[in-house]
C-alpha cells in the first residue's frame, strides 16, 4: 500500500475577486488521471492549501474535488500552509478518501470557489493535493507503530530558488538526485521538517520523493512550511526505502511574495531496520 500524489492549482493575482467566483484548478504536479498499470487504488485523502498568507495576499477560498466516477463532489477550505494546524488532520483543508475504490485512469475536475473576496496586492495559489493508495505496492501502513531505530538524515541546499507567490502553475521544481541510506536497512518516512538557515526568508510549498528502489514509479508530494509551530503532515503508508538513487525536489513560495533564494534544511525523520 503507497500512495501517489496529483497536485491541482490555480494562481490568484493581485486583483479584485467577489463571492461566487470559480477557477478551475489545473494539474501541477503527479498524475492528471488516477494512475494504471499498478493495480486497484483507492482515495486516501485531499488536502486543500493557500501559498500565503501575507497581508495583501489572502481571499477565502473552497475547493471543490469530483472524481469522473462521482455524482457529487467533496470539499474542503483552502488553509495558508504556513498556519499552525493548516496539516493536522482535523482541519477544514483535509478530508478523508474513505478509501473510496477508484478506476484506472478516471479524472478529476478541482475547481474554487470563492467565499469571502476582496482586493488583493499580492499574488497567491489555491492548491490541491489528492492523495492515491495502491495496495499492490508494499508499503509501511503506520511508520509511527513500526519498530525499528529512529533515525534523521539532513539534506541541505544553498540557494535553493524560492518562488514568488501566485506561481504555483509555472514555477518549476528543484530536483536533486541523491544516494543517503545506508546499506542492509530499510527505511520508512514518518516525518519531514524544513528550516530555512539564518531565517533569511519564510518559506511554505511541497517536498516531492520520487524515483527510488521501492516507490513503484509513484510520486509522494508532502505539503510543508518552516514555521517551527505548524503542524507536520500524518504519513501513512510509507514506501520501504534501501540505498540507492531517488530524487529529491522542492517547489517553495516565499511568503512575502517576492522570488528569492535561501539555504534550507530539510530533516527526513525515518524509522530503520536491519533487512
Same mark, same amino acid.
Given at each position: 500500500?503507497?500512495? *501517489? ?9 493581485? =486583483? ?55 455524482? *457529487? ?23 478523508? =478518501? ?26 497567491? !495559489?489555491?492548491?490541491? *493535493? ?7 505496492? !508494499? ?6 507503530? $513500526?519498530? =525499528? ?39 520508512? $518516512?514518518?516525518?519531514?521538517? $524544513? ?23 509513484? #510520486? ?20 520501504? $526505502?534501501?540505498? =540507492? ?15 528569492? #533564494? ?6 527526513? *525523520? ?6
Amino acid at each position: 500500500m503507497a500512495i *501517489d500524489v496529483s497536485t491541482f492549482a490555480a494562481d490568484l493575482p493581485a =486583483g479584485t475577486y467577489t463571492a461566487g467566483d470559480v477557477i478551475e484548478l489545473g494539474n501541477v504536479a503527479g498524475p492528471a488521471v488516477v494512475r494504471s498499470g499498478r493495480g486497484p487504488c483507492s482515495l486516501k485523502r485531499t488536502i486543500a492549501s493557500m501559498a500565503t498568507n501575507e497581508s495583501g495576499s489572502v481571499t477565502a477560498w473552497e475547493i471543490y474535488v469530483q472524481n469522473s466516477d462521482w455524482v *457529487d463532489p467533496a470539499i474542503s477550505v483552502a488553509i495558508p500552509l504556513s498556519y499552525a494546524t493548516a496539516l493536522d488532520v482535523r482541519s477544514s483543508a483535509i478530508q478523508s =478518501g474513505h478509501d473510496c475504490n477508484l478506476t484506472p485512469n478516471s479524472s478529476w475536475r478541482v475547481w474554487a470557489v470563492c467565499t469571502n473576496g476582496g482586493t488583493t496586492t499580492v499574488a497567491n !495559489s489555491v492548491i490541491m *493535493d489528492i492523495e492515491v493508495d495502491y495496495p499492490q505496492v !508494499s508499503a509501511i501502513i503506520d511508520p509511527t507503530q $513500526l519498530i =525499528g531505530i529512529p533515525a534523521s538524515i539532513k539534506y541541505s541546499v544553498t540557494g535553493l530558488a524560492i518562488n514568488a507567490t501566485g506561481t504555483a502553475t509555472t514555477a518549476g521544481w528543484t530536483t536533486f538526485n541523491v544516494d543517503l541510506f545506508k546499506a542492509g536497512y530499510e527505511y520508512a $518516512l514518518e516525518k519531514i521538517e $524544513l528550516t530555512v538557515v539564518g531565517g533569511s526568508v519564510s518559506v511554505a510549498g511541497h517536498v516531492a520523493i520520487s524515483n527510488a528502489a521501492g516507490m513503484g514509479g509513484l #510520486t509522494r508530494i508532502i505539503p510543508i512550511s518552516n514555521s517551527r509551530a505548524n503542524i507536520r503532515p500524518f504519513i501513512e503508508y510509507a514506501s520501504k $526505502l534501501q540505498k =540507492g538513487p531517488m530524487d529529491i525536489s522542492f517547489k517553495l513560495y516565499n511568503q512575502a511574495g517576492t522570488a528569492t #533564494t535561501a539555504t534550507v534544511n530539510l530533516i527526513m *525523520d525515518f524509522v530503520k531496520r536491519k533487512v
